[in-house]
């Protein structure tokens, strides 16, 4: 008798029809896309690949998207997930969906927790209680409002995010928008490689202040909330056997800050920016991270790393 293990499916998966989407990243598609298997030997996973806009669709804006389906399943993958990782993941999406954190802090908070993490790693512990025991004393000091004064706290290293920005100008977005819409954002985005270094830092003023007001993201709190949600849990965050938590903190905050920046280019100067816009502008950075993931300067720490990821919050 073979042994049946965990194996989760999200409502947004339940309630997708992959047969509707005529997206540009599913009209090139293999069958069965965009629909994705994370097959560990201990536990399974559904998800969708947010490169599909319906995908990003079924994902960001349902508030209940996250809700899980738990059954048995036979396993079908070689790889285990260690209780330590199974831990440090489920700690992470625990503070995502903490409902005193706002979205900066329990991405702060992540980081944090991965910061204690590397050290216990480094010095060859690993018994999951010691994470466990960290996620309770950060939700502690979320509930007593003392992890958003830290957050606020953080000093600010504006060359982090000029790279960051300037970075941006690589970016080759599959854009599925009207021809003029298309053409303004990426006009937009490869000035930022060219930019000299005084008028990038007037540019990250401007789109910092435009990222305050779109105001998509303050009627939709779920979007980005439901964003690093599916991170975590899409890809197993920080990843299974991962060695370097510094560079997967960094990787996914520097997503979100390209998500704000890219959003605060495609609104309008009242700060408007249409649903669908957003949707098609997070699906194609999505197409584009998957070919292009972001990496870490070689030859730096965990710990630097986690630097250069908080500061970009």
Same mark, same amino acid.
């Given at each position: /008798? ?26 090139? %598609? ?27 669709? %079924? ?5 209940? %998207? ?30 995502? +969906? ?35 025991? /960290? ?47 298309? /053409? ?10 060219? /930019? ?15 990222? &305050? ?22 890809? +197993? ?16 905050? &520097? ?19 249409? &649903? ?17 993931? +972001?990496? %870490?300067?070689?030859? &730096? ?13």
């Amino acid at each position: /008798m073979m042994e049946m293990i965990d194996h989760y499916q999200p409502d947004y998966v339940v309630r997708f029809d992959a047969d509707a989407c005529q997206c540009p990243a599913c009209q090139q %598609a293999p069958e069965g896309w965009p629909r994705v298997n994370v097959a560990l030997k201990n536990q399974q996973r559904e998800s969708l690949a947010m490169a599909c806009e319906s995908a990003a669709k %079924a994902i960001l804006l349902d508030p209940e %998207a996250f809700n899980l389906k738990v059954s048995h399943a036979e396993p079908q993958g070689e790889q285990m997930l260690s209780p330590w990782d199974e831990m440090l993941n489920q700690q992470c999406i625990n503070l995502a +969906v903490h409902p005193s954190m706002p979205l900066e802090v329990s991405l702060y908070a992540i980081g944090v927790l991965l910061s204690k993490a590397q050290q216990y790693l480094d010095k060859g512990e690993s018994d999951p209680m010691l994470l466990l025991a /960290m996620g309770e004393q950060l939700a502690m000091l979320a509930e007593e409002g003392i992890l958003e004064q830290q957050f606020g706290e953080l000093p600010p290293i504006p060359q982090n995010s000029l790279a960051a920005l300037k970075e941006m100008g690589q970016l080759r977005l599959a854009l599925n928008l009207p021809m003029a819409e298309k /053409m303004g954002v990426m006009l937009k985005l490869s000035e930022l490689a060219i /930019m000299p270094t005084s008028r990038l830092e007037e540019r990250l003023k401007e789109l910092e202040l435009a990222d &305050t007001q779109v105001l998509l993201f303050t009627e939709q709190l779920q979007i980005m909330r439901n964003f690093l949600i599916y991170k975590l849990y899409h890809d +197993v965050f920080p990843g299974v056997a991962c060695a370097n938590y510094g560079e997967a903190y960094l990787q996914l905050v &520097t997503t979100f800050f390209r998500i704000r920046m890219l959003c605060a280019l495609g609104a309008n100067d009242e700060g408007v920016l249409p &649903t669908q816009t957003a949707l098609v502008l997070i699906s194609a950075l999505s197409a584009w991270e998957l070919q292009h993931p +972001v990496t %870490a300067e070689q030859n &730096t720490t965990s710990d630097y790393s986690l630097l250069c990821g908080l500061s970009l919050l």
